[in-house]
């Protein structure tokens, strides 16, 4: 896991290099190549709403390019990238809350609405049940689980995205994990073959 | 392994294969990184935009505050100069004038060059009074 984030941080020497030799522009252009993805699953953890990701994946983007020149390597660009991500998603977070509480049901009822409209179509039941008690977990539990799965369980770039110790990531999944198979359990749904079955 | 950790395993290797399945990565947004670069190119624009303005702002603040500094050094060495000429020009007057003042007024000279003083000096005030007011909007 660790191998994953080492040799992600030795990829960006080319990046720093670019950056280093004054070309700016090609330097984000492998960034974005790089990054934009991750960068976009993390707002959609972060955000629970994809729409809202988007502007904020671009919002984040542009940050970066320019507060590029003033990258100064103290930190790995990613970890880096990942800061100034996490805290546009902050902002869009606290933007979101000041409009929820400013607003009657009316605009509330039209956040969620969008977000309806943003879902994936309905897949097999089982996956459907699974996404509705994740989305029920603690949003801290939530994000790691999300993010976890997203970026093909490695818990160091987790880590390195939530800006967390890894020791928190793995405590988060473990509890994840725990509390989905109580719910599992409570709704007589904790037989393995039903989940495997659904694999095939 | 007991039967109910050998249960607990497997149904966590399931929902871990489960949650693999259904929690997929979101897709990326189609031509979100053209409208990253539209968005970058407007930005860059105006940005120089910004920084020209700023600029020449800048640089007129600074010719202003050089000028202003330099009419205060002149002000200042005017300044000094008037009151240097004004004290000899008077020192002057009062010697070429005191023979004549002293037949005149005998002992109440001194009195009569303080009052001449003071009158020329309430006389200059008022005109440069009436200089500022005429200044004035």
């Known amino acids: 896991m660790q191998t994953a ?8 020497r080319d990046i720093i290099g670019l950056l280093r030799a004054g070309e700016r522009e090609r330097a984000f252009a492998q960034l974005l190549e790089r990054y934009e993805g991750k960068i976009f699953r993390l ?4 955000l629970r709403d994809r729409a ?11 940050r970066i390019w320019k507060a590029l020149d003033r990258y100064d390597e103290r930190a790995a660009l990613s970890t880096w990238i990942y800061a100034i991500s996490r805290n546009r998603c902050l902002s869009a977070l606290e933007r979101k809350r000041t409009l929820e ?14 977000a309806a ?9 089982q996956s459907e049940l699974l996404r509705e008690l994740v989305d ?10 999300l993010l976890f799965y997203y970026e093909g369980r490695s818990t160091a770039e987790v880590a390195q995205m939530l800006g967390c110790p890894e020791g928190t990531v793995k405590t988060h999944l473990f509890r994840a994990r725990a509390a989905l198979a109580e719910q599992l359990r409570r709704r007589g749904l904790d037989d393995p073959q039903l989940w495997l079955e659904s694999d095939r | 392994m ?12 399931a929902l871990d294969a489960a949650l693999a399945r259904t929690l997929t990565p979101p897709a990326l947004p189609i031509g979100l990184r053209a409208r990253v670069q539209a968005a970058l190119a407007r930005g860059t624009d105006s940005d120089a935009e910004l920084w020209t303005v700023r600029a020449r702002i800048e640089r007129e603040q600074r010719e202003q505050l050089a000028e202003l500094e330099r009419s205060y050094v002149r002000l200042r060495r005017r300044t000094l100069a008037t009151l240097i000429g004004a004290a000899f020009a008077s020192g002057t007057a009062v010697a070429l004038l005191l023979p004549w003042l002293t ?17 020329a000096g309430l006389v200059l005030a008022a005109a440069i009074l009436r200089e500022r007011r005429s200044l004035q909007f």
Do not use: K, M, N, W
């Open chain 1, 52 to 62: 809202q990701a988007e502007d904020v994946t671009q919002e984040s983007l542009i």
């Open chain 1, 5 to 12: 984030v080492a040799s992600g941080a030795s990829d960006d």
């Open chain 1, 117 to 125: 409209t943003d879902a994936e179509p309905p897949a097999a039941e």
């Open chain 1, 136 to 145: 029920l977990l603690p949003e801290r539990l939530r994000r790691t689980l």
């Open chain 2, 2 to 13: 007991s039967g109910s950790e050998r249960i607990e395993s497997e149904l966590e290797r």
């Open chain 2, 103 to 119: 037949l005149r007024f005998g002992t109440y000279t001194p009195l009569v060059l303080a009052g001449g003083g003071a009158v």
């Open chain 1, 43 to 46: 707002c959609c953890a972060l």
């Open chain 1, 101 to 114: 509480s400013l607003a009657d049901g009316e605009v509330a009822a039209a956040v969620e609405q969008v």
